[in-house]
């Protein structure tokens, strides 16, 4: 009878070929990367990215998310805390390195960063096209205007995040196809 490899620390399975990478650790970005924007409010949302980064794990990618383990809400959200500058700049940096940006906006939450990054990023060109795929099911406070937005730049807009799991590996299944590398192996240059 077969075995299931136990999971990694990070939730994700033994035989994973991705790396994911938290705040406030800075990642040496192998193969293309992903950053998982969205909605966290200050640790209310559901953990939708270890899904999302387990859905991803077989890929040789790097993940970026956001969500840090030792975040503190009560840090003052102000320029001079060092580990909430700290935070946003890895943000920041980050969103601005990623081939693709997955962007969920769950119902029932206000999620007014994703809203500004969204904003941020809707001319941003990847790899495969536009940076962006966004998630924003019923029931988003602001549905119509993330709608809008997507429309108007040509951005990817799912409804669920079954869609967007596979819009975001399509996206990243192609950029491993341009950066020549081989999810099979995990390795740069041409297949053996």
Same mark, same amino acid.
């Given at each position: 009878?077969?075995t299931t490899?136990?999971p990694?620390?990070?939730g994700?399975?033994a035989?994973a !070929?991705c790396?994911?990478c938290?705040?406030?650790?800075w990642?040496e970005i192998?193969?293309?990367?992903?950053?998982?924007?969205?909605?966290?409010?200050?640790?209310?949302?559901?953990?939708w990215q270890?899904?999302l980064?387990?859905?991803l794990s077989?890929?040789?990618i790097?993940?970026?998310?956001p969500?840090r383990?030792?975040w503190d809400s009560?840090w003052k959200q102000?320029?001079?805390n060092?580990?909430?500058k700290e935070?946003?700049?890895?943000?920041?940096d980050?969103l601005?390195?990623a081939?693709v940006?997955?962007?969920?906006?769950?119902?029932?939450?206000?999620?007014p960063i994703?809203l500004l990054?969204l904003?941020m990023h809707?001319?941003?060109?990847?790899i495969?096209?536009k940076?962006?795929?966004?998630?924003?099911?019923?029931?988003?406070w602001?549905?119509?205007?993330v709608?809008i937005?997507?429309?108007?730049?040509?951005?990817?807009?799912?409804e669920?995040?079954?869609?967007l799991i596979e819009?975001? !590996?399509g996206?990243l299944?192609?950029?491993?196809k341009?950066?020549?590398w081989s999810s099979?192996t995990?390795?740069?240059?041409p297949k053996?």
């Amino acid at each position: 009878m077969a075995t299931t490899p136990a999971p990694s620390p990070l939730g994700l399975p033994a035989d994973a !070929k991705c790396q994911v990478c938290k705040p406030p650790m800075w990642a040496e970005i192998k193969g293309p990367s992903i950053f998982l924007a969205g909605s966290i409010e200050m640790g209310k949302a559901i953990d939708w990215q270890s899904g999302l980064a387990s859905a991803l794990s077989h890929l040789p990618i790097t993940i970026l998310n956001p969500r840090r383990n030792d975040w503190d809400s009560s840090w003052k959200q102000d320029i001079n805390n060092k580990q909430f500058k700290e935070q946003v700049d890895w943000e920041m940096d980050n969103l601005n390195k990623a081939d693709v940006i997955a962007l969920y906006f769950q119902p029932g939450t206000q999620s007014p960063i994703s809203l500004l990054e969204l904003g941020m990023h809707a001319h941003d060109q990847g790899i495969a096209g536009k940076k962006l795929v966004v998630c924003c099911p019923d029931g988003f406070w602001r549905k119509g205007n993330v709608q809008i937005v997507c429309h108007r730049y040509d951005i990817d807009l799912v409804e669920t995040t079954e869609e967007l799991i596979e819009k975001v !590996k399509g996206k990243l299944e192609h950029a491993l196809k341009q950066q020549n590398w081989s999810s099979a192996t995990g390795h740069i240059g041409p297949k053996a």
